[in-house]
């Protein structure tokens, strides 16, 4: 089944203590990226990959790291949460280098930062 | 001021209506015009997109652009309790930008 993938869906988390949700799709694409979602705020682009090795910061990089090594995974790491991180992040790919508009979401993590 | 603006209901409408939700932008540099629906605990799926201006249909939903305005709305016709979700508007200036994203309608169809 063509999907993306997001582990944890559910995290809770002290601050300071590094943590790392991954991110994966089988669809063979070349586009990702991670969102977070407030209330009120809507979601907001965190960082994007055109393709591997290729990244570049969204709407609200800070306090955020990506990489992309491989083409199906994009974790997104958290190198020192604060309680302002607690989110529901959603990751999502998309078919096309030329239309990241078509994207794929992932289920969501639902990260709580104490 | 924010770059998307989006009026975040919730709007309640009985079933068979034709409802029509709208977005509001400021960078005129923007080119490509999503609308995705995400029901409860899940995440967003895509309804449609346009590139530039013009009007888009797709089955009951359809979407125009207005970018002398810079207005865009999604309109939906016959109006079914499952198409009860939040609608979030998203634009980006070019294919390799970001993405921004309004702030979601909520939108609830009673039967």
């Known amino acids: 089944e063509a999907q993306v993938t997001q582990n944890p869906r559910y995290l809770i988390t002290v601050t300071g203590k590094k943590l790392t949700v991954t991110c994966s799709q089988n669809?063979?694409?070349?586009?990702m990226s991670w969102y977070r979602q407030d209330p009120g705020l809507g979601l907001r682009q965190i960082y994007y990959?055109?393709?591997?090795?290729?990244?570049d910061k969204g709407d609200v990089p800070e306090g955020y790291k990506v990489s992309r090594k491989e083409k199906r995974n994009f974790p997104l790491i958290l190198e020192s949460p604060s309680p302002n991180q607690t989110s529901l992040y959603f990751c999502?790919?998309?078919?096309?280098?030329?239309?990241?508009?078509?994207?794929?979401f992932g289920p969501g993590t639902r990260l709580t930062v104490t | 001021q924010k770059e998307v603006e989006q009026d975040p209901g919730p709007l309640s409408v009985p079933e068979g209506a034709i409802v029509s939700l709208n977005c509001t932008y400021s960078?005129?540099?923007?080119?490509?015009f999503m609308w995705y629906r995400q029901y409860s605990r899940k995440g967003p799926e895509l309804l449609m997109y346009?590139?530039?201006?013009g009007n888009k249909e797709d089955g009951r939903f359809t979407a125009q652009v207005d970018k002398s305005s810079k207005y865009i709305s999604l309109f939906i016709r016959d109006s079914q309790p499952s198409d009860s979700a939040t609608y979030l508007c998203?634009?980006?200036?070019?294919?390799?930008?970001?993405?921004?994203f309004g702030s979601g309608t909520r939108l609830s169809i009673r039967p």
């Open positions: 999502a790919s998309s078919p096309s280098v030329g239309g990241p508009h078509e994207q794929y």
């Open positions: 669809m063979n694409h070349e586009y």
């Open positions: 990959s055109m393709n591997v090795e290729v990244t």
């Open positions: 960078n005129s540099a923007f080119q490509y």
């Open positions: 346009t590139y530039s201006s």
């Open positions: 998203a634009m980006m200036r070019s294919s390799a930008s970001k993405i921004i």
